[in-house]
């Protein structure tokens, strides 16, 4: 069953992804609706491919914002999915403070001297899922 507060908790996240998505869509994109655990809405495309390649923090395969999936236009592989899917979970739980507590993860890690990807919670929580998929 879909968490609907868990929607609406997100929204703000998701309003964000809708911004990106759109643009996906309109340029020869195509969208997916996926349900399970959580609901989300997977965008791809060819923009979407240049999008991703050109993200700020390194190249990426999709990105997860709120309950909004951009995923390069060949699509996901399931672990890919399964992967982003935690993060909409993630932007579920802990709604707009969750890109703060993302990047917090991240400081935190560099801090310590490890690497602010690898070893942010949020993103072991995400490796973590695709283990019991």
């Not at 993103?123 to 283990?131: D, G, L, Q, S």
Request: charged share 15%.
């Amino acid at each position: 069953m879909v968490n609907l507060s868990g929607i609406a908790w997100a929204l703000p996240m998701t309003a964000l992804g809708l911004c990106f998505a759109l643009p996906v869509y309109a340029l020869h994109g195509k969208v997916q609706l996926v349900r399970g655990r959580t609901l989300a809405i997977v965008v791809r495309g060819p923009f979407a491919d240049r999008m991703l390649h050109h993200h700020p923090f390194g190249a990426m395969t999709a990105m997860a914002l709120g309950h909004i999936v951009i995923a390069e236009h060949r699509g996901l592989s399931p672990r890919v999915l399964v992967h982003e899917l935690e993060h909409v979970r993630q932007a579920a739980r802990w709604g707009p403070a969750f890109p703060f507590a993302y990047l917090a993860s991240s400081l935190w890690a560099a801090l310590h001297g490890r690497d602010a990807y690898w070893h942010n919670a949020f993103e072991i929580a995400a490796r973590e899922a695709e283990k019991h998929a």
